[in-house]
């Protein structure tokens, strides 16, 4: 539950065993706190982050090409995937998707796949939780 900014010095006053604000007063410990916050939000700024794989695609690749994925097992390649992204679990990259081929082959931004690594394809924006 949220703290209001009184509760968050009292909360450190206490910590500091000092609620009798005889070495640190609450003008003093308000100051320092909130140049923490403002230097704490400059190493890790506030960003929301929703995780959503409204679509997702798997399968393994069949190849070893460069800068594309292969799998012609499957053959579910799009031209609208062009801008999606591609992951791959088994050495944890990503790679955008630059060129629809074919049904059976994609070309990516970097070199990720390799045959018989997998792959799950996402929507341009999602996040992958961990990534």
């Known amino acids: 539950m949220a703290k209001s900014f009184a509760a968050l010095v009292n909360e450190v006053e206490r910590k ?3 609620s009798s604000n005889a ?6 410990i308000g100051s320092d706190l909130e140049d923490a916050v403002r230097e704490l939000s400059e190493y890790l700024p506030y960003e929301m ?3 959503y794989t409204v679509e997702s695609r798997t399968g393994t690749a069949s190849a070893t090409t460069a800068d594309a ?4 097992d499957e ?4 031209s609208t995937d062009v801008g ?11 790679a ?20 018989g690594e997998n792959y799950a394809m996402f929507n341009e924006d999602a996040m992958i939780a961990g990534r």
Do not use: C, H, R
């Open 16 to 18: 500091l065993e000092d």
């Open 23 to 28: 070495t640190w007063s609450a003008a003093s």
């Open 49 to 51: 982050i929703y995780i």
């Open 69 to 72: 994925l292969v799998d012609s």
């Open 75 to 78: 053959g579910q390649f799009l």
């Open 84 to 94: 999606k992204i591609i992951y791959n679990p088994d050495d944890n990259t990503f």
């Open 96 to 115: 955008e998707v630059t060129a629809y081929v074919s049904a059976n082959q994609l070309t990516l931004s970097k070199d990720i796949m390799t045959v």
